[in-house]
Nanobody, 119 residues
Framework: QVQVVESGGGLVQTGGSLRLSCVAS???????VGWYRQAPGKQRELVAR???????VYVDSAKGRATVTRDNAKNTVFLQMNSLKPEDTAVYYC??????????????WGQGTQVTVSF
């Protein structure tokens, strides 16, 4: 079984920055990894995703402020968020997905880390 653990969340003022970490218990070089967030009363949304080859995608509201990177040697994916806004307040989750040609896809979620941006 694969375990995924997020960290780095906390309370920050508007305009501040945070770097979230997602650490997996197995190698992630072959995985696509996404960062999602869910605010109270809202659906979970994709914030950023980085594929196995390093291609990145960001939600429009985070473009220019968020950067997702990976360190495969440490089984870690980072989400750097700058110029934080109160609208960024949410629980942030990491999703690690392995896809096998025959077996299909397997997704592993972390427990989430709380990001709170105050006025």
């Amino acid at each position: 079984q694969v375990q995924v653990v997020e960290s780095g969340g906390g309370l920050v003022q508007t305009g501040g920055s945070l770097r979230l970490s997602c650490v997996a218990s197995v190698g992630i070089a072959s995985a696509n990894v996404g960062w999602y967030r869910q605010a109270p009363g809202k659906q979970r949304e994709l914030v950023a995703r980085i594929t196995r080859d390093g291609t990145t995608v960001y939600v429009d509201s985070a473009k220019g402020r968020a950067t997702v990177t990976r360190d495969n040697a440490k089984n870690t994916v980072f989400l750097q968020m700058n110029s934080l806004k109160p609208e960024d307040t949410a629980v942030y989750y990491c999703n690690v997905v392995f896809t096998y040609r025959v077996a299909g896809s397997y997704a592993y979620w972390g427990q989430g880390t709380q990001v709170t941006v105050s006025f």
